[in-house]
């Protein structure tokens, strides 16, 4: 690729036709081959990232939670209902066949369309219900751009058992002909690995022009990473455009086109930013010409340049933010700004050593690069300095404890994405290292208190400053060259563990964030079966937290038929805080089934529960377990 020369540029092959001349062409050439090696090992590494994100990345659900549906999970009722409602913890949005209901055969009972308001979904029955056991699935996008899904059931009379096993697997069996399709899930984290790669050249290439070396403009790599960046940018919107309705919906990749799809799309949180984000991308394009299209002769740059460009970079950051796990949980109006500014950070130091070493890096020797090199080395200090904070925060935010950190997949991707920029670190630290050593600061003048050493005032060697030297056995230079190729292969490992970093990421977006998942695990916890040879007591609780909880019990035989027992009585106790068994009263709702609405865990910690459970006028068992209460 040829270079645009730009004033105060030299280049070591503009010295003659001969001698000093043909040694740097050769050096150059070997540059220039160096280069490209990199280049093609650079290529090879981004083509096996995107091939990891497609073995990785699956569909992810988060980052609502489900707090209470109208009628309950396991809730008897005596007549009919005339609405299903959902609570979540944060607002959400549904399209068509977001809420659906079943009956035990696993048939379709007629539904209108849901509707959401805020965090409240809502959908009318159109059918009277007749007696039996119900189940509704539900699928609704999170605030965050990803689809949350899930299921409970309940029962119109006293014939079914809503909370017995069989209803478990018939919820699962449902679910799962709603899951979206893996090729889905996968396409959609390229698309995000994609589009924060794009951002990191785009802005990172227009602020290395501009706040590091302003010379770069004319290096005609230095502009194409900068087109590359936007065309990235733009085509990761416009797929991720695409793939968000059959993403959300779980729908077949075929379905991307359909044109009720793309209008759900466009109506939704997610429609709006990326719609706002290309719009972006347009007023980006007059920003890059006046930056890379000047020359020396064109003087300063419009007064609407640089206020414009600002404005265009934190907006098209503001909106990936928006529509992910900023945008969701706790802390929302500091957690939006913090990874504003960790989008712009990470692109400044990405974006900004692409370009370091694609296009400043060649063919340069130390006196070259003596402006370049030290100014980014200061912005690229400051820029890891904001993206430790930043996300140090974010990671708090999203894990809030070691045991979701150890326990989830986000955990695990964040440990794996620390190790990496960890090493990114070490190789920074050896590249400032280098740097110092090739172009050190200037020290200011030292007093030096000036001293006649004996002759007189005709003694040639003048005065001589205390403890200076005349030049005898002073070290010579180190070998610059050598050290400048360290520095160039030191820059050049960073860029490789940018790009895994980047992979991580777009693996952690698709992910469910690590204090969600270790809730859903908690959750899931609160429940224990109880077993003998005769009975099985299986107990449910929730929410499973201290405070007040509902007990779901049913009674079963080994086989998983419901059982009527003659009389079952259960209590609590915590043996750690020396609290004695709580009885707990139970309600018989119909056979094997029994309901304790509002039981009250004094404290969280390992409960034992035991169940007495009578089988006729003579026989019974007793049957003990721990309930995991936090």
């Known amino acids: 690729m040829s270079e645009r020369r730009g004033a105060g540029i030299p280049r070591s092959s503009e010295r003659g036709p001969s001698g000093p001349a043909r040694s740097a062409e050769s050096g150059q050439a070997v540059s220039e081959r160096r280069w490209r090696g990199r280049v093609g090992r650079l290529g090879a590494l981004v083509a096996l990232s995107l091939g990891l994100v497609v073995l990785l990345a699956t569909p992810a659900f988060a980052h609502a939670t489900l707090l209470q549906t109208t009628p309950g999970a396991g809730q008897v009722l005596t007549s009919s209902p005339r609405t299903i409602q959902l609570r979540y913890n944060e607002s959400v949005e549904v399209d068509a066949g977001a809420v659906r209901m079943f009956d035990q055969k696993g048939d379709r009972v007629d539904t209108g369309p849901p509707s959401a308001s805020g965090d409240v979904v809502r959908v009318a029955v159109r059918e009277k219900l007749g007696d ?61 690995g994609v589009l924060f790669a794009g951002v990191a050249l785009l802005l990172g290439a227009t602020a290395f022009a501009t706040l590091v070396w302003p010379a770069s403009v004319t290096l005609r790599r230095t502009v194409r990473i900068a087109e590359l960046g936007w065309a990235a940018t733009a085509v990761a919107t416009a797929c991720g455009i695409l793939l968000q309705g059959p993403y959300a919906a779980a729908l077949p990749l075929s379905d991307a086109l359909e044109a009720d799809v793309l209008r759900d799309v466009v109506d939704s949180r997610y429609g709006h930013l990326a719609l706002a984000r290309l719009a972006l991308l347009l007023l ?4 890059m010409r006046v930056l890379f299209r000047r020359t020396e002769h064109d003087g300063p740059r419009p007064r609407w340049w640089t206020p414009g460009a600002l404005l265009v970079s934190i907006g098209i950051a503001l909106t990936i933010s928006l529509a992910g796990h900023a945008h969701t949980g706790d802390y929302t109006g500091i957690a939006v700004p913090a990874d504003v500014l960790h989008l712009l950070a990470m692109s400044a130091w990405i974006g900004g050593l692409v ?19 030290p100014r980014f080395s200061r912005i690229g200090f400051w820029s890891v300095c904001v993206l430790v904070v930043t996300g140090t925060f974010q990671g708090w935010r999203q894990v809030r ?22 090493v990114i670190l070490v190789f920074a630290a050896r590249s400032r290292q280098l740097r110092h050593w090739l172009w050190p600061e200037p020290e200011p003048e030292p007093h030096r208190e000036l001293v006649v050493a004996g002759g007189s005032d005709d003694d040639p060697a003048g005065p001589i400053a205390a403890g200076a030297t005349d030049g005898v056995g002073e070290e010579p230079d180190g070998d610059e060259a050598r050290e400048l190729r360290h520095l160039r292969g030191s820059v050049f490992a960073e860029v490789l563990g940018a790009i895994a970093v980047i992979v991580v990421t777009a693996l952690l977006v698709n992910a469910v964030p690590a204090n969600v998942a270790a809730g859903r695990q908690i959750a899931g916890a609160t429940a224990v079966t109880l077993k003998s040879s005769k009975v099985w007591v299986d107990i449910a609780i929730s929410p499973g937290r201290a405070g007040v909880n509902d007990f779901h019990v049913s009674a079963v035989t080994p086989q998983g038929v419901p059982l009527r027992l003659a009389e ?15 009885n707990v009263p139970l309600r018989d709702l119909g056979p094997g089934h029994y309901l304790s609405p509002g039981f009250y865990f004094t404290l969280p910690g390992s409960w034992r529960v035991t169940a007495h459970a009578r089988l006729d006028a003579i026989n019974e068992v007793t049957l003990v377990g721990t309930l995991g209460i936090r």
Request: aromatic content about 6%; cysteine-free.
């Open 132 to 192: 039996g056991l119900y189940v509704v699935t539900w699928r609704v996008t999170s605030a965050d751009s990803h689809p949350v899904q899930g299921a409970f059931a309940f029962q119109v009379g006293t014939a079914a058992n809503a909370t017995s096993p069989a209803v478990s697997s018939l919820e699962n069996r449902l679910l799962d002909q709603q899951s979206s399709d893996h090729v889905v899930g996968a396409l959609y984290g390229v698309d995000r």
């Open 401 to 422: 404890s070691l045991d979701a950190l150890r326990n989830t997949d986000y955990g695990q991707l964040l440990i794996i994405k620390l190790a990496i920029v960890a």
């Open 284 to 287: 980006a394009i007059p920003v």
């Open 568 to 582: 079952l009585t259960m209590t609590v106790d915590l043996p750690d805080k020396k609290i004695a068994p709580i």
């Open 355 to 373: 370009v370091l070493t694609v296009a400043v890096f060649p063919g340069r020797d130390v006196a070259q690069l003596r402006d370049a090199v």
